[in-house]
């Protein structure tokens, strides 16, 4: 099915998607009756996934390619969700700015290209990332992977996952400073038949022991 999703549909992809939360289907804000949450399913932008309990709304790969092609699409004004829509916009671009080492006027007024016969177009360099940037880009994989819950443990896979341009020899550095920091704690996967092998590709040795999980606090 084509996705065509309405404006208050629209509306809650911003919510999850800039939030970062993978919210139950009874917290839902905006709320998003039965008939549409199926709409949506079935258009394949979401799925449903049991945590416990209770059933979580996740975003799906299609919903990620769809937001990519509609930024300018027309979504609901009549919810207050839209706010934490708006703050969960701007934490994420704070941490790009960050991570990218950009000023804000850089994103609000991008200099014109130079376009010419002359310009010689130089190879991408890797972003230089400052330590408050990368220590903001890991908690945010943390909470997106964790459904924005502190202190229960997360695979280092998924992390990684969420990371992908960030040298390992940099995320390795910043889990461990967070460590000693006592914001996190690194752990193995003691059930060997549990262990995946994107799990042993993930893990970080410490001390000459493999660790393949992560807990993480708020700051305090």
Aim: hydrophobic share 45%; net charge positive.
């Amino acid at each position: 099915m084509t996705p065509d999703p309405s404006p208050k549909q629209i509306l809650f992809i911003w919510v999850l998607l800039f939030t970062g939360n993978e919210p139950a289907v009874s917290k839902v804000k905006p709320k998003i009756f039965p008939k549409e949450r199926t709409q949506m399913m079935e258009a394949g932008l979401i799925r449903l996934e049991t945590r416990g309990r209770s059933k979580h709304i996740v975003l799906t790969d299609k919903a990620w390619g769809w937001a990519a092609e509609h930024l300018d699409a027309a979504f609901s004004l009549q919810s207050l969700a839209s706010a934490p829509a708006l703050g969960g916009l701007l934490k994420k671009l704070k941490a790009f700015l960050e991570v990218r080492e950009l000023a804000l006027a850089d994103f609000l007024n991008p200099a014109p290209a130079k376009p010419g016969p002359e310009a010689v177009p130089r190879p991408a360099e890797p972003a230089r990332v400052s330590a408050a940037g990368l220590e903001a880009a890991v908690v945010r994989a943390y909470l997106q992977a964790s459904g924005s819950v502190w202190n229960v443990w997360v695979k280092l896979a998924e992390i990684r996952k969420r990371l992908p341009d960030v040298p390992r020899a940099d995320l390795d550095r910043e889990l461990l400073r967070l460590e000693k920091a006592k914001r996190a704690i690194l752990y193995p996967i003691e059930d060997s038949e549990a262990l995946r092998p994107e799990d042993q590709a993930a893990a970080i040795n410490v001390a000459g022991f493999k660790r393949h999980i992560v807990q993480m606090r708020a700051e305090v």
